[in-house]
């Protein structure tokens, strides 16, 4: 079993900046893409950023020019950088791989709370 693992939320005040990242426990073969996904209290879980094995990239409107998605392939990791945090942004983050036949590998969030 790959276990997906989250660092990196907390507590920020509005307009500061976080980094969330995620690790991989073991190799993942064939991964089309990694990404973050974020699921507020009472909402669905949505997309929040998305890079695919090209290097492409997709975002939701609602964090473009804010987030930022990278990763190291040396250490299989995916990065998420948070600024101009705002409230809205509160939720658990879940780090995604999906393999090419569509199979979603989750970790178990991590809590990010933006508020004064």
């Known amino acids: 079993q790959v276990q997906l693992v989250e660092s990196g939320g907390g507590l920020v005040q509005p307009g500061g900046s976080l980094r969330l990242s995620c690790a991989a426990s073991a190799r993942l073969f064939s991964i089309s893409a990694m990404g973050w996904y974020r699921q507020a209290p009472g909402k669905e879980r949505e997309l929040v950023a998305r890079?695919?094995?090209?290097?492409?990239?997709d975002y939701a409107d609602s964090v473009k020019g804010r987030f930022t998605i990278s990763r190291d392939n040396a250490i299989h990791t995916v990065y998420l950088q948070m600024d101009s945090l705002k409230p809205e942004d509160t939720a658990i983050y879940y780090c995604?791989?999906?393999?090419?036949?569509?199979?979603?590998?989750w970790g178990k969030g991590t809590l990010v709370t933006v508020s004064s």
């Open positions: 890079m695919f094995n090209s290097g492409n990239t």
């Open positions: 995604n791989h999906r393999s090419i036949i569509g199979t979603d590998y």
